[in-house]
């Protein structure tokens, strides 16, 4: 019998240190975009996700996306994962703070027969839901077209959109590592969906009103929806729950908390919007 196999892709739009096992692809996105000083194509040494079939140049709006789509459309590995230059699954009880302590080969295969999903540990907003979070750090509406289209599109999804609004705590970061035909079913359902969303955004000109942070909107949009998606794989029995496994994660640059929960504080009492990352 053959080894499992799996590969991790790293999205990274600029060169940084990568996690030096095997299992792991640095990918640039946004690459069909990427331009040095003096306007020439700008490449970093990585794979790039404006090969083969792909969306590199929706990059701005699909953010780590494009290597998610990327590598569903151009991989073959038994398992496919996504993480980010800056944030990697652990493992154990081990606290990482650099590339290195990215989870390794020999702590990921031996699992791989039992889980066909890995998600990093839930996020916890504590007073507020992914709803609420997401309504007052970004717009609400984005989320309600979303319900729609789903309404629409793929209705045994609703129930467990509502539901996942309503809780408090989620995975998040569109990290992941899924058993390929999972994978396929996720992403098919995924892209149909932010596809429809992206066109009725445009088609309604609400787009052209945003700066380019709250523009990403498709990359922050399908972090809930992976919750969406994997609710109602276990409540239509198509997944166990125990084929599910929470790794631990870590980033590599430390969080600036105060400029965080300040800007929380003023996007829930104050409703201004969040300006960029922290």
């Not at 991790?8 to 975009?33: E, F, R, T, W």
């Not at 039992?114 to 309504?135: C, D, G, M, N």
């Not at 309600?144 to 793929?154: A, K, L, Q, W």
Request: glycine fraction near 8%; proline fraction near 4%.
């Amino acid at each position: 019998m053959s080894e499992i196999s799996v590969r991790i892709a790293v999205a990274s739009h600029k060169s940084y240190p990568m996690p030096p096992d095997p299992i792991y692809l640095p990918l640039q996105v946004g690459a069909a975009l990427a331009r040095d000083g003096e306007g020439h194509p700008l490449r970093l040494g990585f794979a790039c996700d404006d090969t083969g079939e792909n969306i590199s140049d929706q990059n701005p709006g699909f953010c780590e996306l494009t290597a998610l789509y990327w590598e569903w459309k151009n991989l073959s590995e038994d398992y496919l994962g996504l993480v980010h230059y800056r944030r990697h699954f652990s493992y154990g009880n081990r606290k990482g703070s650099s590339v290195e302590d990215a989870i390794r080969s020999e702590e990921l295969k031996p699992l791989l027969g039992q889980y066909a999903v890995f998600v990093p540990k839930k996020r916890w907003y504590v007073i507020e839901t992914l709803y609420s979070h997401y309504a007052h750090t970004h717009y609400a509406g984005h989320l309600d077209m979303t319900r729609e289209i789903i309404r629409e599109r793929s209705p045994k999804y609703l129930a467990s959109f509502d539901r996942t609004m309503r809780e408090t705590k989620g995975y998040m970061f569109n990290m992941m590592i899924m058993r390929r035909d999972f994978l396929d079913r996720y992403c098919t359902w995924l892209f149909d969906t932010l596809f429809e969303l992206k066109k009725r955004i445009e088609a309604e000109g609400s787009a052209a009103d945003l700066d380019s942070y709250q523009g990403r909107l498709y990359g922050r949009v399908s972090e809930l929806l992976l919750n969406v998606w994997l609710d109602e794989e276990i409540m239509s029995g198509e997944m166990p729950e125990s084929r599910i496994l929470e790794l631990p994660y870590f980033g590599t640059e430390k969080t600036d908390w105060v400029k965080k929960g300040g800007a929380f504080v003023k996007a829930k009492v104050l409703h201004r919007k969040y300006e960029g990352s922290f």
